[in-house]
T-cell receptor, first 114, second 115 residues
Framework: GDSVTQMEGPVTLSEEACLTI???????????LFWYVQYPGEGLQLLLK?????DKGSNKGFEATYRKETTSFHLEKGSVQVSDSAVYFC?????????????FGAGTRLAVHP | DAGITQSPRHKVTETGTPVTLRCHQT?????MYWYRQDPGHGLRLIHY???????DKGEVSDGYSVSRSKTEDFLLTLESATSSQTSVYFC??????????????FGEGSRLTVL
């Protein structure tokens, strides 16, 4: 079945450091890929998405490129802020599970210190 | 913010008792989902609904049932709660499904503790 694998956290960075959170996936067909973010005490919210190979999603300074050849969708940001501290989830839909269901990775906690 | 209300937000119950969690939306979205969030597992889909009285199982549906008698309400029932069902439960909604969509809007979660 479809699956998403994320790097284990927590990731601890100083403010203004560069961020990369790795995400790889296993799916048949041509899934759409997503990054969701969960701030403390809240539900998840969509951060960015990409629907086909080589697409780049971007939002709030975060970027991720859909790489079909490496089945990856790594999240990057050039300069993190304390306010970026959250849990980040990579997700996919549209593989063997169809487009009705979103499959999540385990999540990566990011802590940014001043 | 999407109009999603989960109730109760916190509940402590004992093993073997029935529990019902409610998700109410004011967006008139067609799709509704119940996920559970556990450390090391991320979010796992329990059940989802693609219309009134239309539901399907997710990857961790054992021990759970759902009902959707109205567009705005999606109920998750634990017929006989077990300690393994201690978790944070999230409801989510989506207007459409398809390759170019996929944004789910999430509620704030319901924390359930089964003693």
């Amino acid at each position: 079945g479809d699956s998403v694998t994320q790097m284990e956290g927590p990731v601890t960075l100083s403010e203004e450091a560069c961020l990369t959170i790795n995400c790889t996936y296993t799916a048949t067909g041509y899934p759409s890929l997503f990054w969701y973010v969960q701030y403390p005490g809240e539900g998840l919210q969509l951060l960015l998405k990409a629907t086909k190979a080589d697409d780049k999603g971007s939002n709030k300074g975060f970027e991720a490129t859909y790489r079909k050849e490496t089945t990856s969708f790594h999240l990057e940001k050039g300069s993190v802020q304390v306010s970026d501290s959250a849990v980040y989830f990579c997700a996919l839909k549209g593989g063997s599970g169809g487009y009705n269901k979103l499959i999540f990775g385990a999540g990566t906690r990011l802590a940014v210190h001043p | 913010d999407a109009g999603i209300t989960q109730s109760p937000r916190h509940k402590v119950t004992e093993t073997g008792t029935p529990v019902t969690l409610r998700c109410h939306q004011t967006e008139n979205h067609r799709y509704m989902y119940w996920y559970r969030q556990d450390p090391g597992h991320g979010l796992r889909l329990i059940h989802y609904s693609y219309g009134v009285k239309d539901t399907d199982k997710g990857e961790v549906s054992d021990g759970y049932s759902v009902s959707r008698s109205k567009t705005e309400d999606f109920l998750l029932t634990l017929e006989s709660a077990t300690s393994s069902q201690t978790s944070v439960y999230f409801c989510a909604i989506s207007a459409t499904s398809g390759v170019n969509t996929g944004e789910l809007f999430f509620g704030e979660g319901s924390r359930l503790t089964v003693l």
